[in-house]
């Protein structure tokens, strides 16, 4: 990234990436787009995967035989 600079990335902004993320479009791509560096989108992934509960509740489906 040429001329680094630190800022706070906007709610509207992280909402956009949020929107973003599960679609088929390289970090890279998202990066360009919300105009953050790739280095801060990777972390924020990061954090948001690890925020997300690794259990699943799994029932058991009634047969309908």
Do not use: C, H
């Amino acid at each position: 990234m040429e001329n680094p600079q630190f800022r706070v990335i906007s709610d509207e902004t992280r909402a956009l990436i949020d929107r973003l993320l599960p679609e088929q479009i390289s970090l890279a791509g998202i990066a360009r787009v919300a105009g953050v560096s790739e280095t801060w989108l990777q972390t924020y992934v990061n954090k948001k995967y690890r925020s997300i509960p690794r259990k699943l509740r799994i029932r058991a489906r009634k047969s309908a035989r």
